[in-house]
């Protein structure tokens, strides 16, 4: 196990010299994750900021009639927690589960802190990603509010170009917030299209 792309991704996005980035790396643990095997589930505390190494996850919520309602997937060099229980101390109401074997870079709260604290580049970079998410869940709402389903899944395809291969039709439809049955008419229509 190793965690590479995790190295490379702070020495590229952080501004962290690579010692600093070294000594990080020391304090974070990879994980191997079986194939549905969950790294959070609902009424947890989450703790952990996941990074994956390779794989694939998912976050995802039941609502009370027990249906998914997928919130991300995370390919590799994807970010991937519970930010609400991570900083209100609250329990999770997510999963976060793997969709193939993969590896997952450990990085726990406690170490973010001192990190952000101690490391002016580490706080920086911290921020933007912090930022990014926030643009990407507004930009996920407008989308889910107001675009079309064909807009909404022409922007999954630029977000995710290679997850269509790699998860089953009906958990597309389920991030989309359609039924499998209308992506399948979204699709046709697109390909009719293109023809």
């Known amino acids: 196990m190793n965690n590479n792309n995790f190295k490379r991704f702070l020495i590229s ?14 304090s974070c643990s990879i994980r191997k994750v079986k194939k549905n095997q ?3 589930k ?9 990074f994956v190494e390779t794989g694939l996850l998912r976050q995802f919520h039941l609502d009370n009639s027990g249906k998914e309602h997928i919130i991300s997937f995370a390919p590799e060099s994807w970010f991937v927690t519970d930010r609400e229980s991570t900083y209100f101390d609250n329990p999770s109401t997510y999963f976060i589960q793997a969709l193939e074997d993969s590896e997952v870079a450990l990085i726990n709260e ?31 709402i407008r989308l889910l509010l107001s675009a079309s389903a064909e807009e909404r ?18 958990m597309v439809a389920s991030y989309l917030g359609i039924t499998p049955e209308s ?10 299209k293109s023809i």
């Open 110 to 140: 406690e170490l973010i802190q001192v990190l952000s604290r101690e490391l002016i580049g580490f706080s920086d970079f911290n921020n933007r990603l912090l930022h990014n998410h926030i643009r990407h869940l507004q930009n996920r």
């Open 42 to 50: 609902a009424g947890e505390y989450c703790k952990t900021t996941f």
């Open 38 to 40: 969950f790294l959070l």
């Open 13 to 26: 996005n952080s501004g962290i010299d690579e010692h600093e980035v070294s000594s990080i790396l020391k």
């Open 183 to 192: 992506l399948s008419r979204v699709r046709r229509s697109i390909s009719t």
């Open 153 to 170: 899944y022409l922007q999954f395809v630029a977000m995710y170009p290679d997850i269509l291969r790699r998860v089953p039709q009906a």
